[in-house]
């Protein structure tokens, strides 16, 4: 049995003054302990769960507060009583307009719940014991604006420079406060202990759904989608390229709204048997003697990159050995086609990577998108050209979103473009 995490500062002062409200109450209350995402409101309402439950409190999920179905929120108020919900800003903006509306007679307490200060932020992360980081134990504070799950997710990798940390750092910030708070210096420290690093706020204040200036700007949903899947014993490959090139690329690719259909293609001319299986495990693809196919789960690598249904109008063809199998094919066999295509122009020696075992094995990943779909393009290649750098396994793009063609070289790290 693991030791519980300990409760900071903060996190302490709130589950006392929220225990100190718990008392008899005529009607209903509802009390939020609001604060950042990754602050630890769900962990401070776990760790005070059983006196929440001796005081005859209800803890109420986040979502449950959703007022586009007023009639169900309406609902889980039917008994007198005090009711605790962890929300973060803006569902607490959200929540305080609803019940103004639908529920005035509920009471309505709000408690903030701050990140950590720079001491005890810096103090965390030095407990986190981590020993391939490229980042200070400063920085990592710094960065992560007293956010304990931030600073999980800036620890996490090796590859993480400053430059890095800050985009992520913003998009975090963007996420969970609105444009409006973030306009309001004395909102954002109404939430964060921690002085802000120059730059961050404006950077933050510029990310919007649809409009980034870096890919890494859509980062963290990914990075907190590893951390779970690595506490569950998985081990993926970090989500960041090795070649800076494939970042101004993937920035583009986001940036662009795709207006006629377009392909994507990654073609891998040779891999190890290893390298070989990762692959097709990453792409979620079993190998059997005579075929190959989709597995019946999806794989943790394009389950942490979000979006399974990136697998919309993909395929996947595999040579090796004696074996030739193809999933999702075009009714035409346009993948087949056109990996066999590639296959005899590798070995003629007619693309840019040259050819050192002309049997080996070889997989070629095809998508076509059309409309305005971009994301599903973006991150399914996204996490395949990431591993495929982080393993050093050369490959060759054809990249219809930016119409470009490019090929990966392990040992200099860098992406090259041919016509």
Not at 321 to 342: F, H, M
Request: with cysteine.
């Amino acid at each position: 049995m693991t030791n519980p995490i300990p409760l900071t500062k903060s996190q302490q002062l709130v589950a006392s003054s929220v225990l100190e409200e718990l008392v008899h109450v005529e009607g209903k209350k509802l009390i939020l302990i609001e604060g950042i995402s990754g602050v630890g409101k769900d962990h401070l309402v776990d760790s005070i769960k059983i006196e929440i439950g001796t005081k005859g409190a209800i803890i109420l999920p986040s979502h449950s507060l959703d007022f586009y179905h007023p009639e169900d929120v309406e609902g889980r108020f039917q008994n007198d009583g005090n009711y605790i919900a962890a929300v973060t800003p803006i569902q607490a903006r959200w929540t305080a307009e609803g019940m103004n509306e639908h529920l005035p007679q509920v009471l309505l307490s709000n408690h903030v719940l701050k990140g950590m200060s720079l001491d005890e932020a810096i103090a965390y992360t030095k407990n986190l014991g981590v020993q391939n980081c490229s980042l200070s134990n400063e920085a990592i504070a710094n960065y992560s604006l007293g956010i304990p799950l931030l600073a999980q997710m800036l620890a996490g990798y090796q590859d993480i420079n400053l430059f890095t940390a800050k985009r992520i750092a913003a998009a975090h910030l963007s996420h969970t406060l609105d444009p409006l708070m973030l306009e309001d210096a004395d909102t954002i420290t109404k939430y964060i202990q921690t002085p802000l690093p120059d730059g961050l706020v404006e950077a933050a204040r510029k990310i919007t759904p649809f409009s980034i200036s870096h890919i890494y700007e859509i980062a963290p949903d990914i990075i907190q989608n590893l951390l779970k899947i690595s506490k569950k014993g998985f081990k993926e490959e970090s989500p960041f390229f090795l070649a800076k090139e494939s970042e101004e690329i993937y920035t583009k690719m986001f940036q662009h709204c795709l207006f006629s259909e377009v392909d994507f293609s990654i073609f891998i001319p040779e891999l190890k048997p290893d390298d070989s299986e990762r692959i097709l495990r990453a792409l979620d693809i079993i190998r059997y003697p005579d075929f190959i196919d989709r597995a019946s789960d999806r794989s943790s690598r394009i389950l942490a990159f979000g979006n399974p249904a990136a697998y919309r109008k993909a395929g996947v063809w595999l040579r090796d050995g004696n074996l030739e199998g193809v999933t999702d094919d075009e009714e035409d066999g346009y993948i087949s086609q056109k990996a066999r295509k590639l296959e005899d122009e590798y070995i003629r020696n007619q693309l840019p990577l040259k050819p050192k075992n002309r049997n080996g094995s070889r997989i070629l990943f095809h998508k076509h998108e059309h409309s305005e779909l971009r994301d599903g393009i973006v991150r399914v290649g996204w996490a395949l050209e990431s591993l495929l750098q982080h393993r050093g396994i050369p490959y060759i793009v054809f990249n219809g979103v930016v119409d470009k063609n490019y090929f990966y070289e392990p040992s200099k790290n860098k992406i090259k473009f041919f016509q």
